[in-house]
């Protein structure tokens, strides 16, 4: 009898082991179409993604004014502090959405055009000043002369051409404007912004089902920091980018800088990214300036910009972000380097407040180890 159910428990391990790999055979025989099945259903929840997305991103602003309705005096406004919340969230978001796409959008489209039709103009003027440089000026050296030829050589238009990315716009926003789409994803973030503590509720039965009261209590402890330092780090990266995208504007417009607006979101821009993106900013403005305006109006916009730069990381940066991160500048650089490496722009964002979460968990684990040694050693 013993034999009997030894030989069955080794048949039916051979027997799941051959369909496991029939099955991974053929799943890499169809691989193409499984991809293809992946696709579709990815896009049939695409609303849903962006119902999250557009949720996560409202999350902070509506619990802030829910807490604000919730101490009004007026009753009404106190029994609908959510709905209210959700309700004006949305509206300053639309308006500011508006407000973009009419009137920042089109200036900097057509900065950036201007510059890229001009860009073979402002290059011959830079290369005919170098040449009329002394020839034993430090520039002519064989190094730069070499590099100036490589310049000479690249065709920017064929990299940036503007037909192009307006063709990439049209097909990217005839996708996002889809009436369907767009209708699911907005009531699905109000539902999700409505109902979040039910959701939660929900979630947190769910894990403590599955992990029990003690590893649950973990899970929302380390769930909870995670989420704080990526809503703490996101929101005030953001605000922070806005304000110096619009200092510098005004700055570069007051000193005559040739496409300010266009340089001055380039700077917001870039300055999401902590210490990395600020260098990246200036050198882009300087090269920019440089070809357009010369090398004294480019030494006058490089002094006051890294002085602006200054201003927001001792004063305005620390105001907004706070202690969000407690992470040193050498973890920073660190964790963007490896981020831009593996995953580009979206990686170099998003490389911080991981290095934020990162950071705790090892500095958490260091401490349980150590305090199981030290009750060990009692």
Do not use: C
């Not at 978001?93 to 407000?99: E, G, M, N, T």
């Not at 300055?271 to 030494?299: F, K, M």
Request: charged fraction near 15%.
């Amino acid at each position: 009898m013993n034999e009997i159910k030894k030989n069955g428990k080794k048949w039916s391990y051979w027997f799941i082991l051959g369909v496991a790999i029939i099955t991974f055979y053929k799943l890499l025989d169809n691989f193409p179409q499984i991809m293809d099945a992946f696709k579709n259903f990815l896009g049939v929840l695409s609303p849903f993604f962006i119902g999250i997305l557009i949720a996560y991103v409202l999350y902070l602003p509506s619990r802030k004014l829910e807490s604000i309705y919730k101490k009004s005096k007026v009753k009404f406004i106190q029994n609908k502090a959510r709905t209210l919340s959700i309700l004006t969230s949305y509206v300053v978001f639309i308006v500011l959405a508006v407000l973009v796409l009419n009137f920042v959008f089109p200036v900097l489209v057509e900065s950036l055009t201007e510059l890229v039709n001009n860009i073979q103009h402002y290059g011959d003027v830079t290369i005919q000043k170098y040449q009329s440089l002394p020839e034993d000026s430090l520039l002519k050296s064989d190094t730069v002369t070499d590099l100036i030829k490589g310049v000479q050589n690249i065709d920017v238009k064929q990299y940036i051409n503007i037909d192009k990315l307006a063709e990439y716009a049209k097909g990217a926003w005839g996708f996002v404007t889809s009436i369907v789409d767009i209708f699911v994803a907005v009531i699905v973030s109000i539902y999700l912004l409505a109902e979040r503590h039910r959701i939660v509720k929900f979630f947190e039965r769910l894990m403590k089902a599955i992990f029990g009261e003690k590893k649950y209590k973990n899970i929302e402890k380390y769930f909870y920091n995670t989420n704080e330092i990526f809503l703490g780090f996101i929101s005030s990266q953001f605000i922070d980018a806005v304000i110096m995208g619009v200092l510098s504007t005004i700055v570069l417009w007051i000193m005559g800088i040739k496409y300010a607006p266009l340089l001055g979101f380039i700077i917001g821009l870039f300055n999401i990214i902590p210490y990395v993106g600020a260098i990246i900013a200036i050198a882009v403005a300087g090269l920019v300036t440089l070809i357009t305006g010369g090398v004294t109006q480019t030494i006058w916009m490089l002094v006051v910009i890294i002085i602006l730069q200054q201003i927001d990381a001792n004063i305005i940066n620390p105001k907004i972000v706070g202690n969000t991160l407690k992470i040193s500048p050498l973890l920073v650089i660190f964790a963007i380097t490896i981020g831009g490496a593996y995953f580009k722009i979206v990686g170099m964002f998003l490389a911080v407040p991981v290095a934020a979460v990162s950071k705790i968990l090892v500095e958490d684990y260091i401490e349980y180890k150590n305090s199981i040694g030290k009750t060990f050693n009692k």
